[in-house]
């Protein structure tokens, strides 16, 4: 309960031991306290009791706390401070949370989990709490509480499977969409060795609440959308590649391939595109990858090129040519690895690519299809860089061995 005195609220604890009336005071103290507790048991063959956690955290205080936010809210008149407030609830909060799924990891069956869970769901209550009234104010970009990433990805799947079968029992039945929406939302897990933010886990989540809504079933509409989006994610990136370049094989003359790029860069440009949101926020936004990928197209046919040959084009004789037994999205990763590190100088990529192309051989061809190594120039898969590792880590014994 809370009582004034001597002029300073305080609130009443069960034990008589008596707090000020500070939300963020109350969560430090019961962070302090629980790693108290979890730096002196084993939680496998000790786990915490029923009677401990009551003493750690006050069941009804924590059902208070949306209650005490907004009360001590009233008190603080600059945005700054606001802010300041806001950010430490959620710190302690997000800290708070992941020393319970801690222990709910190693207390699957004990009595005091029961008590655990309630409290931690009271708590992502009031994380959801902060982030609808004071959005302006909550930080995107803190880590995530496992708990809330777990029950999150768990929607996430949810929403992607019913997105898929929507456009499988539509008109649109396009299974690249389809394949698209498995690969980058069911397959694939939020959490990374690192964790992931809150922007990340919220980004997925209203990304596919859009693509879920009725008036959205066109090629069109969708491609919208993931452009405001900014769906960044790889394998949407290299579909538009291939869809640029389809198109690009159809024209004949370097003013119509001109004019169909520019066209296209206009359209995307115009799309508004909402600020700080991405797939992946290690790489460059979806308008930009697209963007480079045209300008070095434009530039490409304005020298004079003639770009995307013709099959009947007489090709580099093979005796020529470097054998090699790597794939083309190996062959297109080592070349990226040349040119962000400057061995390769050239001051265009679209034709250092092209040459590429002609010169070698993979395992698997004797012809590589420029369009195919260009896009995954610009677009590599995580795998493929997996590999790539793996393979740069035995250059390096052999280097000790030379």
């Not at 969708?222 to 690009?248: A, D, M, P």
Request: aromatic residues 8%; proline residues 2%.
């Amino acid at each position: 309960m809370i009582k004034t005195e001597n002029g300073t609220k305080t609130i009443k604890k069960v034990n008589n031991e008596n707090y000020p009336a500070s939300v963020t005071y109350l969560l430090y103290k019961w962070v302090t306290r629980f790693d108290a507790v979890l730096n002196h048991e084993d939680l496998e063959t000790a786990p915490v009791t029923l009677e401990t956690l009551q003493n750690i955290v006050d069941q009804q205080l924590a059902g208070n706390l949306q209650r005490l936010i907004l009360d001590e809210m009233i008190g603080r008149n600059t945005p700054g401070d606001k802010e300041q407030f806001i950010r430490t609830v959620q710190l302690m909060l997000t800290r708070l949370l992941n020393r319970f799924g801690y222990c709910l990891d190693k207390m699957t069956n004990d009595p005091s989990s029961n008590l655990l869970k309630e409290l931690s769901q009271t708590l992502l209550n009031t994380i959801h709490f902060l982030q609808e009234y004071y959005s302006a104010y909550f930080d995107m970009n803190e880590k995530a509480p496992t708990l809330l990433i777990s029950i999150h990805e768990a929607k996430i799947r949810r929403l992607a499977q019913e997105l898929t079968n929507k456009w499988s029992n539509s008109s649109l039945a396009n299974t690249d969409l389809i394949e698209l929406i498995k690969n980058g939302f069911i397959d694939t897990s939020t959490n990374g060795d690192d964790g992931c933010t809150y922007r990340q886990l919220f980004y997925r989540k209203e990304l596919l609440l859009e693509l879920l809504k009725g008036n959205n079933d066109t090629i069109e509409t969708i491609s919208k959308i993931f452009y405001h989006f900014n769906f960044n994610y790889s394998g949407y990136v290299r579909g538009e590649f291939k869809r640029l370049t389809s198109q690009l094989s159809s024209l004949s003359t370097k003013s119509e391939r001109v004019n169909m790029l520019r066209t296209e860069m206009k359209m995307i440009n115009q799309i508004p595109a909402r600020l700080q949101y991405a797939y992946d926020e290690n790489m460059p936004s979806l308008k930009e990858q697209l963007s480079v990928w045209i300008i070095e197209e434009i530039s490409y046919c304005e020298a004079g090129f003639v770009a995307h040959l013709s099959n009947n084009t007489v090709s580099t004789d093979t005796e020529c040519k470097i054998h090699t037994t790597l794939s083309v999205a190996k062959l297109a990763v080592l070349i990226r690895l040349l040119v962000v590190d400057k061995i390769i100088i050239n001051p265009a990529v679209a034709p250092m690519i092209r040459t590429v192309a002609k010169t070698f051989t993979t395992l698997q061809r004797e012809e590589i299809s420029f369009g195919s190594l260009e896009t995954k120039y610009h677009a590599p898969d995580k795998a493929t860089i997996n590999t790539m590792k793996e393979m740069l880590q035995k250059w390096i014994n052999i280097l000790g061995k030379l």
